[in-house]
């Protein structure tokens, strides 16, 4: 039986398309999106973004569209619009005032409107609920509610999808907890946590993304001093790992559009609120300049003007999500030293390619490289072998796997590999 809700989800992307496509199993939902190409794709049953199979498109009730007026019988609203910064690192809430403005045109009494796009604390009550008064003339807390559910979904991680994991809930009083109590609890079998309040639960959100930018920079600091005194961090990595509570973290790239981003949300919050946030933007820093320290570090190790193939561009393993990926910046470093750099990735799309002013270069292309660096982890890239790298690789070819994930391959004598 479905319910008496009728939802609308605003932006439907790598979190809005998922969410749509499970409640919609449930209630009516329709999925709106400013970008008609993206509607299209999916009425076609495509998602470029991989999240999603055809056959799940093709079986899902979810309706889509691109026409607010589509929405006006909508009583609860999803908010996952994209919330980046701008080019000095300020919250950039532009998409979502646009969709409070849109919603404030068509929201009638007695609806609620929940967000799960990342904010710092105090955005949802403070920000958006006064400009869909502003549109609307209704009254948040009276005329209609406020809701707010972080999203935890990480992209090609298919075991951790929105319905396998526990879902933070917060409203404006206790009927709204329920009602999104209620919506949620159906897509992931009630595993919900109710926040004690919006705020709580947006401060949730942004230090769980924080945290882990915090501690993947103490790593890449790390691994920074101990080639200084030629130690490899996966096998200290390894080592510690052994004692109880040392925590799992590994050197890399932080790009993507959240764990490198939401730390300014919070940084931001902290200058607005006259606090410190010195931790927050070093990790930031930290994680920033790691591209830069690698191909200085690369650079010494090979000679001027080497051909060098990096495997990997999206902005971690298995995803074609290019946004804030690090490896631009490794590739930039590397081609202003004086290298040729080539560029392969089996996931990223051309198009997209091309608005960093790159080409990708297929594997199969009869070409030999003096240096191969694995820039991401890809699942293809583990599956390469001796006979790849016999064939890519000039004589005294080196090999930088700065995943380790060919650690324990055989791999030809007159290749030099070098890790972290
Ligand atoms: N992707 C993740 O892994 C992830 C995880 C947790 C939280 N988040 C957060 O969720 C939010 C959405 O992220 P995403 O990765 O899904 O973004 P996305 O870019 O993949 O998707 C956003 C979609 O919103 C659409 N859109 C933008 N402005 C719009 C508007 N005014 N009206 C209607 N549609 C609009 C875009 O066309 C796009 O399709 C962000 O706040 C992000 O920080 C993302």
């Known amino acids: 039986m479905r319910s008496n809700l009728n939802i609308s989800i605003f932006g439907l992307g790598y979190v809005g398309l998922p969410l749509a496509i499970k409640l919609s199993n449930y209630f009516n939902v329709i999925g709106f999106d400013k970008n ?22 093709k079986k899902s009730k979810l309706k889509y569209s691109s026409n607010i007026k589509d929405l006006k019988n909508s009583n609860i609203f999803i908010v996952t619009v994209p919330t980046p910064v701008t080019k000095s690192n300020q919250p950039d809430l532009k998409s979502l005032l646009l969709v409070c403005k849109e919603i404030g045109k068509i929201i009638s009494k007695g609806s609620t409107v929940v967000f799960e796009s990342t904010v710092y604390p105090g955005v949802t009550e403070e920000i958006c609920g006064p400009q869909i008064k ?5 009254i948040p807390g009276k005329d209609f509610n406020l809701g707010y559910s972080p999203e935890r979904m990480n992209p090609g991680d298919k075991a951790h999808s929105v319905d396998k994991i526990t879902k933070v809930v917060s409203g404006d009083c206790n009927k709204t907890k329920l009602i999104l109590k209620k919506i949620y609890g159906k897509v992931n079998s009630d595993r919900i ?56 973290f590994q050197p890399g790239f932080v790009g993507g559009h959240c764990i490198g981003v939401d730390p300014y949300y919070l940084a931001y919050l902290a200058k607005k609120k006259k606090t410190e946030s010195n931790l927050i933007l070093s990790g930031r820093k930290v994680n920033n300049d790691f591209p830069i320290f690698l191909a200085q570090y690369i650079n010494n190790c090979i000679s001027k003007k080497n051909k060098i193939l990096v495997l990997g561009l999206t902005f971690k393993e298995n995803v074609t999500d290019l946004r804030n990926t690090k490896i631009i910046d490794l590739i930039r470093s590397l081609k202003k030293k004086g290298h040729k750099v080539c560029v392969n990735d089996p996931y990223a799309y051309q198009k997209e390619v091309k608005k960093m002013n790159l080409k990708l270069t297929m594997l199969s292309k009869k070409e030999k490289y003096d240096t191969i660096i694995l820039a991401v982890a890809h699942d293809n890239y583990k599956k390469l072998n001796y006979s790849f790298f016999n064939k890519k690789l000039n004589k005294n070819g080196k090999i930088f796997d700065l995943k380790a994930i060919w650690k324990n391959k055989k791999l030809p004598k007159k290749i030099e590999y070098i890790i972290l």
């Open 36 to 57: 008609k190409q993206r509607i299209k794709e999916l009425k076609n049953f495509l998602d470029k973004n991989n999240e999603i199979s055809s056959e799940q498109l």
């Open 134 to 138: 502003k549109y609307s003339n209704l």
């Open 193 to 248: 946590f109710v926040a004690k309040n919006i705020k709580t639960a947006e401060a949730a959100k942004v230090i769980e993304n924080t945290q882990r930018d915090i501690n993947v920079a103490f790593i890449n600091e790390i691994t920074k001093l101990f080639k200084k005194i030629d130690i490899n961090v996966f096998d200290v990595l390894k080592t510690a790992g052994t004692k109880w509570n040392f925590l799992n």
